[in-house]
């Protein structure tokens, strides 16, 4: 035992080699775990190969190594796939080696690795104190593991190899996993605090950099962990309202898309340098420059960024008033609107603006090295003369270096052919320390329009009816009024008053009228002195006129009085108030509503038949706006009536209206504007007009026996549907069965009545939206827009179930109530809406033949009698076959249809043997060659019978092939496989299955 000892400590020495597998794997980067565990991985296998080829050879084929040691440790320390690495390596080299151990050694191997990693995962991270001793717990497990596992060995071997080992292995390995534990978890911490001594010191040292700076640092996903003081005063935010938070989240969200970007590259960069927008508690914004560092864990795993923060909004601010100012003043200096020229010290232009362009007719190339002495300027003077290019108040202030205007000139435009006016204004312009101008800033305002408004101005004065005379007020010390001058007549005035415009101008009223009553001169004086503006009017007898006067304050200390002759209105105005007189009693008396409205929609006015018609009296009616009698529905229609009425003068419309017992009724309304915020209507009660309409507009929709929508809004509606909008669109097409027969058998009143009750049940299962319309003397058909085909079904056996409900709760033993459904789903707009419908009805006719009250039921009925008949097949068997096949096809989950297919199959598969002669069908015994070839033929036979009648051709090609077998042997065509229908297969099948379990004509028993 004691040379097993110092063999096994011998082989332990090579555990060693994991210390400077760790050293040399620590140089990995960090970035790039995985590698680093895959290369730990390959190193501590190599490792392992080398302890299991040095081993303790206890007798042939039975070694051992601490290779149990090195597998515990490394699942414990190293992870997973390093341990992974060096067991597959381990169990390889241990199986190539062979001998009666190799199964033992191979179960130490994986269950080393296992308790390893058990520890590793909930273990050994609980233990906080003495974790050594966790692990002496650990590898005692390990190896008392091993012990157990050379059972694995041939008895009595397996005895003596476990006395041999078992106290060397509990007393030492224990101890070598302790001391390479405490090994590689001191040179672990060594090398954690070196990287995180590395870190810190660069942490400070851009710290110490930038300070003193905002400081933040950041997880992963770019939550902030921490911040200093300076982050917190920049931001306004306490430490707890930050701290967790996303970082962007107090960025401007036109930033937060490139701080993702951002952060992605830093990632991968390791470093970030940008510039955000950051929000301030207050409410603020203020730029920030970021620049910072991502940090490792000594494991490679990314630990945090660390971010220093520069408040940078002055400098932004700085940065946009400047841009703002220069912007501000070139957008001032292009778009301000009169003409600004900048010209040299000799008068040639340096610049123009486009204001300056366009009032001279020339673009800046054009002006460009111009001077004011170019004779194309075409100058001239306010009364026409020439201005010459030395007196252009530009080169008078270059020539004495102080302003000059403004000077009303006229330029030649050449543009417009003609000269333009302006006002010009120059200022000059000095260079730091010169005397004299280094150019000159000149202003332009163009005047054209200016000038000819007062020409206009004047030949107004001139021209107009209405008479005017301008006057300056007199005062006493005092201020009180006691005279007044004439300072300007118009020739109006001069035909009113007979008074010459060069006798009276700047003469007194007292000199040229010394009799004028003081009482006209205070009034007036009070016109001048206060800006108070006075009206009224005056009768001349002499001359039989009316004319009305007003006086206003021009300008202080004047006033301005016009004379207008009203005659004409006035007598206008006598004349209507007779003619209101007269037709007042016209208006009282019609028949019809008169009222009057204001331009809010008040009534002011109305007559006794706007009474009688609304219920309403006089009082309450102008007590009352248009919204208190318009009803709800009407409201719209009449409030952009009422804005069209103010727009346009005129309005002509229908309205419902709240009669005074509550109900709604319909009128017309046609209003007029008669006079400023005055509006006449006249309205007449046309609601017996409107039901009419509405009672013919409903008949022409619906059938008039159901109350459904008739086939014309039916096949409208189809066409409106057909729309991708509305997709899947389904239609539905129903047929009442039997109502011939009820119609012959008890009156067209009875069913008539089927015809309503089946109606009603349809509708009732239908869902709003869906069109519901009798579209012939039996028919329905449905429209279910945005319905898919297992709805469209749904709906289908929902109204089947109501009609059966509805025959056993009413029991009528005369007929029963039975529809025959059908319907199609349209999926895509390629598909035509008219095959759809054929679809529906083919669906439909096919269902008929299943359904006992069905006329096309009776040729199934028929058909079926001669088969069993012909074939003397029982009634039994067909049900049978019917029961199973529609098992089958549910199992299957086929569709309605299918199964509807199936159903008649299983009925009519055999219908070919009708033309199989007799004593071949019913012979017991085997048949001959040419019988059993006459006896193949009844699939044949029955697919042309099939496809004789529309109503069978669904199954036709089931029929052909139901004799069909799955491996190519059966007939006409010996298909196999999926080639054949799938309804073929099962009908082929449950066909066998019933021949197996029940009697045939042939067999017996």
Not at 57 to 78: C, E, H, K, N
Not at 129 to 152: D, E, G, K, Q
Request: glycine share 6%; with cysteine.
């Amino acid at each position: 035992m004691q040379i097993t000892s110092i063999v096994l400590i011998n082989n332990a020495a090579l555990l060693l080699i994991l210390s400077v597998i760790y050293q040399l794997t620590n140089y990995i980067s960090k970035k790039y775990p995985r590698l680093k565990q895959v290369v730990n991985g390959l190193l501590i296998a190599l490792t392992c190969i080398a302890i299991m080829s040095v081993p303790f050879v206890l007798s042939q084929g039975v070694v051992f190594d601490t290779r149990s040691i090195l597998i515990s440790v490394t699942a414990l320390l190293f992870g997973p796939i390093s341990t992974i690495i060096t067991i597959a390596a381990a169990i390889v080299f241990r199986i190539l080696r062979g001998g009666a151990g190799a199964l033992p050694g191979v179960a130490v191997i994986i269950s080393s690795a296992i308790i390893g990693t058990v520890w590793r995962l909930w273990i050994h991270p609980k233990a906080t104190r003495l974790r050594w001793l966790n692990v002496y717990v650990m590898s005692l497990l390990v190896h008392v593991a091993m012990i157990a596992c050379m059972n694995l060995l041939p008895y009595p071997d397996s005895v003596s190899v476990i006395r041999e080992i078992t106290l060397p292995v509990l007393v030492i390995y224990p101890v070598i996993s302790v001391l390479l534990y405490l090994l590689l978890t001191q040179q672990q911490a060594f090398l954690r605090l070196r990287d995180q001594l590395k870190q810190s010191e660069e942490r400070f040292r851009l710290l110490f950099d930038k300070a003193p700076l905002g400081y933040q640092s950041l997880d992963i996903d770019g939550n902030i962990i921490d911040v200093n003081e300076q982050w917190l005063d920049a931001s306004g935010f306490s430490r707890d309202e930050i701290i967790g938070k996303w970082f962007g989240d107090f960025l401007h969200p036109a930033y937060k898309e490139e701080f993702l970007e951002k952060f992605s590259q830093l990632q991968k960069t390791g470093q970030i340098h940008s510039e955000f927008k950051m929000l301030h508690k207050s409410g603020k914004f203020l730029f920030i420059a970021v620049d910072g560092n991502i940090v490792y864990e000594p494991n490679g795993d990314y630990k945090q960024t660390l971010c220093i923060l520069k408040d940078i909004s002055r400098q932004k601010k700085a940065e946009k008033d400047l841009q703002l100012s220069e912007r501000k003043y070139r957008q001032l200096f292009e778009t301000m609107a009169q003409g600004v020229v900048y010209q040299a010290a000799d008068g040639s232009i340096l610049s123009a603006n486009p204001a300056a362009e366009r009032i001279l007719g020339l673009t800046l190339e054009q002006m460009m090295g111009k001077t004011s002495l170019d004779p194309g300027w075409r100058t001239i003077r306010e009364d026409g003369s020439e201005l010459s290019g030395s007196d252009h108040p530009s080169m008078i202030a270059l020539r004495t270096g102080k302003p000059c205007g403004p000077v009303i000139l006229g330029v030649y435009q050449p543009m417009l052919n003609e000269h333009v006016w302006v006002s010009v204004n120059a200022i000059p312009i000095y260079d730091n320390g010169e005397t004299a101008p280094s150019m000159v800033y000149t202003t332009f305002q163009d005047i054209t329009k200016e000038r000819k408004a007062n020409q206009q101005y004047q030949l107004l004065f001139n021209e107009m009816v209405d008479a005017f005379a301008l006057h300056e007020i007199i005062c006493d010390d005092q201020g009180t009024p006691i005279n007044y001058k004439f300072l300007a007549v118009n020739p109006a005035f001069e035909k009113m008053t007979g008074l010459k415009a060069e006798d009276i101008i700047g003469k007194t009223v007292l000199e040229i009228l010394p009799e004028t009553e003081s009482y006209w001169i205070e009034t007036y004086g009070k016109v001048a002195l206060t800006g108070e503006t006075i009206s009224f009017k005056n009768y001349a007898a002499a001359t039989g006129k009316y004319f009305r006067v007003m006086a206003y304050q021009p300008a202080p200390m004047q006033f301005a009085c016009t004379f207008s002759d009203d005659t004409t209105r006035i007598r206008a105005e006598q004349a209507l108030k007779e003619s209101e007189k007269k037709y007042s009693s016209y208006i009282e008396n019609a028949p019809y509503a008169v009222f009057v409205v204001d331009e809010k929609g008040q009534y002011v006015e109305a007559n006794s038949a706007a009474s009688i018609i609304t219920g309403y009296s006089r009082e309450q009616l102008l007590k009352m706006t248009i919204r208190d009698i318009t009803a709800v529905e009407s409201m719209n229609e009449a409030m952009r009536c009422f804005t069209s009425m103010l727009d346009t003068g005129s309005i002509s419309t229908e309205l419902k209206y709240i009669h005074k017992d509550g109900s709604i009724r319909w009128w017309t309304l046609d209003a007029v504007k008669i006079s400023e915020n005055r509006f006449l209507g006249f309205s007449i009660d046309i609601t017996s007009k409107k039901q009419a309409e509405e009672e013919l507009k409903y008949q022409s929709r619906h059938d008039y026996l159901t109350g459904l929508y008739n086939r014309r809004f039916y096949e409208t509606e189809l066409k409106r549907l057909d729309t991708e909008s509305q997709l899947p669109l389904s239609v539905m097409t129903g047929d009442i069965n039997g109502l011939k027969l009820i119609n012959d058998a008890f009156g067209h009143a009875e069913g008539d009545r089927l015809i309503i009750e089946s109606a009603k049940i349809i509708e009732g299962c239908c869902r709003p939206g869906y069109i519901v319309a009798r579209i012939g003397g039996d028919e329905f058909g449905i429209i279910m827009p945005k319905t898919d085909s297992d709805t469209a079904l749904e709906v289908l056996l929902n109204i089947q179930t109501a009609l059966n409900n509805y025959n056993s709760e009413n029991g009528n033993k005369m007929y029963q109530h039975s529809v025959s459904l059908g319907f199609a789903t349209k999926e895509k707009m390629e598909e035509q809406i008219s095959s759809i419908l054929k679809t529906a009805e083919e669906y439909m006719y096919q269902r008929k033949l299943l359904e006992a009250n069905s006329v096309h039921s009776a040729i199934v009925a028929s058909i079926k009698a001669a088969m069993f008949e012909k074939s003397h097949e029982t009634e039994e068997h067909a049900e049978r076959l019917v029961a199973l096949s529609q098992m089958i096809g549910m199992a299957l989950n086929l569709p309605q249809i299918e199964l509807d297919k199936l159903e008649l199959l299983a009925t009519l598969h055999d219908i070919g043997k009708v033309g199989i002669r007799d004593y071949i069908l019913t012979k017991p015994g085997k048949l001959s060659e040419s019988e059993w070839a006459e006896m193949k033929r009844h699939p044949e036979i029955g697919y042309r019978i099939a496809m004789t009648s529309p109503e069978l051709v669904p199954v036709a090609e089931g029929i052909l092939c139901h004799q069909e077998w799955w491996n190519g042997s059966g007939y006409p065509r010996g298909l196999c496989g999926e080639s054949i229908p799938l309804l073929s297969r099962i009908i082929a099948v449950v066909d066998a299955y019933d021949a197996m379990t029940n009697d045939r004509p042939y067999r017996k028993g």
